[in-house]
């Protein structure tokens, strides 16, 4: 092998030995970040649930609690009521897709009794390193919305 071979080799192992692990840092990270996400939101669902409220607060603290996973993401809330005729059939009554600007003014977002919600945290942007990852490894997108609801008791 002449000597320009080997300088091609070299430099392909030293890039080799640099993205491999990015990948899987990558990899790790985004599946620590979807677990964080999807618990916090089954237990933000949890809590609007059984109190039939979304404070202010509860939701300054959801937020905040998801500012180290490194994505951008914001939560969407819809509201259902449930009108029988013989059959269920659902009715959409409210839909909250910009909760900071709703908090501007009140502190309380109050759901009544026996009307199903669904709380979506969508995902606006992925982290730098996600990004990295899927410049040089087109791998399966990771989950860019997460979904939880039920009835308010």
Known sequence: MNTFGRSITIILAC???????IQYDAELMGTIADTVTENGVYELTEKIRNSGSLKKTDYAMFMNAFGTVDESFHLEIEVAEVYSNGEQEYMLTGFYDDLDHYFETK????????????????KD??????RLQELFFHKAVRKQQIVYGGRIT
């Open 15 to 21: 890039i080799l030995l640099f993205l491999f692990p």
């Open 125 to 130: 942007q992925k982290s730098d390193l996600v």
């Open 107 to 122: 502190d309380e977002l109050i759901f009544a009794k026996g009307e199903y919600i669904t709380v979506y945290l969508i």
